[in-house]
């Protein structure tokens, strides 16, 4: 267990001001080393998705991450860019019930995809199953992404309400918005938390 590293509520307030729930395959520890498993458009027809690099160190400082598009490639169109806590939900193992896999915090949300910083060093660098470049839309240091441990991602964390995601690829979580997504907000607020107490940044 990580040592404990209780956030003051000031602090957890501060972390979900701008929340997202990102919904996406399934990997034990989102390095480029496993296929995804899940039920997307992607996985269900190449067995390959982009979230394989989510906790992907690169040069130890910077995770660069895939978030699935809504209806084309269409990408959360927000205000304020940068800021953002992104918590990572995908089906146990691949099939099932939503659970958290991990976090980012202070993330920046790009409005496009652009190929991962791995192809300007390493030509040979892998392509998708289609033979693109895996791409990337979310931005953070990795010393503010949290990778939850597979052993952990049943109990102590919450599950995830899939009735309440239905087809959607992410969803908002606010203190002040409608009833689902107060929830979610709760749920941000108690996944970030256990967080902090039981597992450790990518780089700290």
Known sequence: MAEESALSVRELDEHCVNLL???????ENYDGGED????????????????RYNFKAVDGA???????????????AVEPRSGWTI???????????????????????????YDRPEYDTHPMFPLDAEGNKYGYCLLCEAKDA????????????????GDRFGTAPF???SRTGDRFSREYYRLGREIVDLGFRLEWPLRP
């Not at 729930?21 to 990997?27: L, M, Q, S, V």
């Not at 995770?63 to 990408?75: A, K, Q, T, V």
């Not at 099939?95 to 790009?110: D, S």
């Not at 949290?146 to 309400?161: Q, T």
């Open 21 to 27: 729930f990102a919904k996406i395959g399934w990997c």
């Open 36 to 51: 995804p498993k899940g039920n997307h458009g992607r996985l269900r027809d190449h067995h390959d998705g982009w979230e």
């Open 62 to 76: 910077w995770c660069y991450g895939y978030l699935i598009p809504s209806g084309g490639w269409n990408l959360p």
């Open 87 to 113: 918590i990572f939900v995908a089906p146990l193992e691949g099939r099932g019930q939503l659970h958290p896999v991990g976090f980012y915090l202070n993330a920046t949300i790009e409005s496009y995809y």
């Open 146 to 161: 949290y990778l939850i441990r597979a052993m952990n991602r049943g109990a102590p964390y919450p599950r995830i309400p």
């Open 171 to 173: 969803r908002y979580g």
